[in-house]
């Protein structure tokens, strides 16, 4: 077992993101994660990311705020309490268009 605790998490600033603060809690060297990558995300208003696709799984996960996701030809607005999923490499962009910083748990799984 390994605890992570608040605080413990590392900052990263991932390539294509603006306005951002990414703590990763869970991966190979915060928690030992094998595969699995779990991180807690601060959106400003105005800022989100831009990827051409990665072969990784993701799901984002609203904790507060809201956010925009543009993927597969579609676009939604998801709010507190909603959650999508990203298959691998699809490419995707999103951003905070409201007004309060939007907190984000974002999970990522590499595919092989």
Request: net charge negative; charged share 20%; hydrophobic share 35%.
């Amino acid at each position: 077992m390994k605890v992570v605790r608040v605080g413990e998490g590392r900052h990263y600033d991932p390539p294509g993101h603006w306005g951002c603060w990414p703590l990763r809690i869970h991966g190979k060297e915060e928690s030992g994660t094998q595969r699995l990558m779990i991180s807690y995300a601060h959106f400003l208003p105005g800022g989100g990311g831009k990827d051409d696709g990665a072969p990784v799984e993701r799901v984002y996960y609203i904790l507060s705020g809201s956010i925009t996701i543009k993927a597969g030809g579609e676009e939604a607005t998801l709010n507190a309490g909603d959650s999508v999923y990203r298959p691998a490499n699809e490419p995707g962009e999103f951003i905070n268009n409201g007004v309060v910083p939007s907190i984000n748990l974002v999970i990522i799984v590499p595919t092989s």
